[in-house]
Every structure is written in structure tokens, then in C-alpha cells.
């Protein structure tokens, strides 16, 4: 019997940690707003990245601290090449931007190289996790003894 394809991909998931890191604090408003809700990455990540895996999304510079954002799980993982960008894709990643041009300096920017529509990205949709508040014991007073 051959088992679900679900469930082969919950067993290759890895033990860990994983976070979504964005380099620039300019996303920390649109993440908390849940106006950014994916990210585009030069190249096939989907080898690190997949539906279901839990995250944490952090902004800071690499080899610096970094200030975590929330926790999220990652609803998809699709690997396109740049040119088959969806307006949807482009303004998930960054709602400041409409255009593949835009993207695309975007991109250039922050791996510091020409990039051309052929080249591969991996398009990571993510969810924040919101948790319930945690209950409280009393009524926040510190106790007297009588």
C-alpha cells in the first residue's frame, strides 16, 4: 500500500528551527501588518522550505542580533522563474510594488547582482501563527496573607 503523499513529505521535514530572515527593518511594519505574507528568494529553495514547516520571521543583518517577529507556518513553496511572477506573488512579497522591473532591482539590491527574468525564484507564502493569550492565575495582585 503505498502511504499518502502527505504524509512522505511530513517525514522529510527536518527537526529545528528555521527562520525567514529579512534584512531590512522597513519590513517590520508590513509583516506585523500582515501586509508582507511572502518572500521571493533567488534561486530553488524548496529544498529548505516546505508546506506546513513552521518558521520564525525575523528582521536583522547577518552575524548581528536579530529582533523575531512572529512565528508562522509556510503555506507554500513555489519554484518559478521570475518572469512568471503574478502580480499577486510580487505585491505579497512587497506591497509597495506592481512591476517585474520592480522586482527585479529589488532583487539586485539584495544579492548584490544583475538578475534577469530567467532566473529561478522560490516564492515562500507564509501564515503568522497567532497564539491564544495564556491565562492568568488571580487578579494580578500580589498576594496577602491574611
Known amino acids: 500500500m503505498r502511504p499518502e503523499a502527505g504524509a512522505i513529505r511530513s517525514l522529510r521535514m527536518r527537526g529545528g528551527i528555521y527562520v525567514l ?3 531590512s527593518a522597513v519590513f517590520i511594519d508590513q ?13 530553488d529553495k524548496s529544498n529548505k522550505y516546505e508546506r506546513g514547516q ?3 520571521i525575523t528582521v536583522g543583518f547577518r552575524h548581528s542580533p536579530r529582533e523575531k517577529i512572529f512565528t508562522a507556518v509556510i503555506d507554500d513553496v513555489e519554484v518559478k522563474r521570475l518572469d512568471e511572477l503574478s502580480r499577486r506573488d510580487i505585491e505579497h512579497d512587497n506591497p509597495e510594488f506592481r512591476r517585474l522591473e520592480d522586482e527585479i532591482n529589488f532583487l ?3 544579492y548584490s547582482r544583475p538578475v534577469n527574468a530567467s532566473d529561478l525564484v ?10 491564544p493569550p495564556r491565562a492568568h492565575l488571580g487578579n494580578g495582585e500580589t498576594p496577602h496573607p491574611n
Open 21 to 23: 530572515n529579512f534584512y
Open 31 to 43: 509583516l506585523k501588518r500582515g501586509r508582507k505574507s511572502a518572500t521571493i528568494r533567488l534561486g
Open 54 to 56: 513552521v518558521v520564525w
Open 108 to 110: 539586485e539590491q539584495i
Open 122 to 131: 522560490t516564492v515562500i507564502r507564509f501564515s503568522q501563527i497567532v497564539e
